[in-house]
């Protein structure tokens, strides 16, 4: 990871992007152009919520397959417990969350690829939780048979059919 700080302020690591020696992986912090990109290391440049915090919506798809979230950060925290600090630029909401809707990357608690799915079938505009949907199945492999499961066995849902069309949509737009 290469901050402004490792190569002389942030003129020097404008540059450096600008003239492609370097990678924006988000915010300040960079990788050498060339070198790849994973979950692990997407994970380790996000901040660190409070331990109720899960990084959930699309900050989860961006860490899992680098799908675009617009530099938002979204934080889901399980009902009954406190909200976490928010940091300018973050969407937080409460929702159930089991402990097997969640994951730890790189000392990062995230919602898992399939819970990630639901969540953006639910929150997102359709158009957009389609093409996000798509980008899970194909980097992470999850099932949206599965998930439209996982969706169907949450209770008190709110916008439980238009989930169902996201995930239908998703499902015919892999369809060769």
């Known amino acids: 990871m290469v901050l402004p700080g490792h190569v002389g302020g942030r003129a ?3 540059a450096l992007v600008r003239d492609g020696a370097l990678r924006v992986v988000r915010d300040r912090a960079a990788v050498p152009a060339g070198e790849p990109v994973d979950a692990f290391l997407r994970a380790s440049v996000l901040p660190r919520p409070a331990r109720t915090g899960v990084v959930a919506g699309r900050t989860a798809a961006w ?31 409460q929702e159930p969350l089991l402990a097997s809707d969640v994951v730890e990357i790189s000392g990062l608690r995230v919602t898992t690829p399939q819970r990630t799915v639901v969540d953006l079938a639910l929150r997102e505009d359709p158009g957009v939780a389609v ?36 995930l239908a949509a998703a499902a015919s737009a892999g369809v060769p």
């Open 131 to 166: 093409e996000v949907v798509r980008a899970l199945v194909d980097a992470c492999g999850v099932d949206l048979r599965a998930a439209t499961r996982a969706l169907e066995l949450r209770a008190r849902v709110v916008g439980r059919p238009r989930a169902r069309r996201v």
């Open 12 to 14: 020097a690591w404008d």
């Open 63 to 93: 860490v899992h397959a680098g799908v675009p979230d617009g530099g938002t950060l979204d934080l889901a925290y399980a009902t009954g417990r406190h909200r976490p600090e928010v940091w300018v630029g973050a969407r937080v909401w």
